[in-house]
């Protein structure tokens, strides 16, 4: 079973199309989304009739969660909804965000053992909570255990990882953070996503039974910046894309 998993587009298209073309020709079986399709670039509709066409299951991220309350208050509109391009989302595509899940659980049942595997944005605590590669250990593992997940995959903080923790019974769980496909904070300029391999001898006993893939893919970083540049939007968002951070 391959599972790709991809978060933080940050609508930015060229980025999005050419981290599609690079997951389609991997064949996934799955595909899920962890949310922040829109903001800091002008691409907002495009990138949701897209996750919408191909019915991508898709959790709502802190910049999705915005939207609504900042794109009706016309003082907000003027400073924030119009510096993250929050005013472009048609009406149809901002009650989609506004319906979206917080979490995606999903229980496997392989040779009579459970594998579940949770998605959260931020955390299962908070949509805008950053689980890091160096957050405290006996944190992480109070969250796993809260949410029952074995694996736990986040997004948010546009660095990807893959940390693997064992709990007090010997049970290795693990934490992905599937970095960001068009906004990267890692200073890798490339789009980030993740394929998860998991077949009947995954397991949480043995540590190197699930298989993580990050796949970073190039595309026209320039084309996307100028884009910004000669938008309403802040030059600054464009540096950021060329410098990925």
Not at 24 to 41: E, I, N, R
Not at 179 to 205: E, F, M, Q, W
């Amino acid at each position: 079973m391959k599972i790709a998993l991809f978060s933080d587009i940050h609508a930015n298209l060229p980025a999005f199309d050419a981290m599609l073309n690079d997951m389609d020709s991997q064949k996934p079986d799955m595909v899920y989304c962890l949310g922040d399709l829109v903001g800091y670039h002008i691409y907002p509709n495009e990138i949701i009739d897209e996750i919408r066409r191909r019915a991508i299951g898709t959790l709502k991220g802190n910049h999705d969660e915005k939207v609504e309350s900042i794109i009706t208050t016309s003082e907000s509109l003027n400073e924030a909804g119009k510096k993250y391009a929050y005013h472009l989302i048609n009406q149809g595509n901002r009650d989609y965000l506004k319906a979206l899940p917080a979490h995606i659980r999903l229980e496997y049942k392989l040779n009579n053992n459970k594998l579940n595997l949770v998605f959260a944005h931020g955390s299962t605590r908070s949509i805008d909570e950053y689980i890091l590669i160096d957050t405290e250990e006996n944190y992480v593992l109070d969250l796993l255990k809260e949410a029952d997940a074995d694996l736990l995959f986040v997004g948010h903080s546009h660095k990807p990882y893959h940390r693997i923790l064992q709990d007090a019974n010997g049970e290795f769980k693990h934490v992905i953070n599937l970095g960001s496909v068009g906004k990267p904070k890692d200073g890798d300029v490339r789009g980030c996503y993740a394929i998860l391999t998991i077949n009947n001898d995954s397991s949480t006993l043995v540590k190197e039974s699930i298989k993580v893939e990050f796949r970073r893919v190039e595309y026209d970083v320039e084309l996307s910046a100028k884009a910004i540049e000669n938008s309403p939007l802040p030059n600054e968002f464009a540096e950021n894309l060329r410098n990925a951070n």
